[in-house]
């Protein structure tokens, strides 16, 4: 079993950056995918970004892509998202996710893959 908890979130102006970390322990790290979702108010949780075990693939929603980008440091056993040209439409709990049943070189996009959740980060843009 991995515990994950994220770190990070907070409130920022329209067109500012945050960077959310997630901290993994428990199991060994690199054995995971990893990936970050989001759920706003009165929706479901979507897929943000995913990074697969050892960081070669990476992949992204399309409202995130060019803004948004996903890390991994295997050695400190945390994952990132750092967060650029944010938008109101970003505001959203935050939750990192680890995928142990992957091929090492898969960046996993279906939630429903996903293991273990951490408990989330509130990310709030202000217009």
């Known amino acids: 079993q991995v515990q994950l908890v994220e770190s990070g979130g907070g409130l920022v102006q329209a067109g500012g950056s945050l960077r959310l970390s997630c901290a993994a322990s428990?199991?060994?790290?690199?054995?995971?995918?990893m990936g970050w979702f989001r759920q706003a108010p009165g929706k479901e949780r979507e897929f943000v970004a995913a990074i697969s075990r050892r960081g070669g693939s990476t992949a992204y929603a399309d409202s995130v892509k060019g803004r948004f980008t996903i890390s991994r440091d295997n050695a400190q056993n945390t994952v990132y998202l750092q967060m650029n040209s944010l938008k109101p439409e970003d505001t959203a709990v935050y939750y990192c996710a680890a995928d142990s049943g992957v091929p090492w070189t898969l960046a996993q996009t279906t939630q429903s893959s996903y293991d273990y959740w951490g408990q989330g980060t509130q990310v709030t843009v202000s217009a």
């Open positions: 428990g199991r060994t790290f690199s054995n995971y995918a």
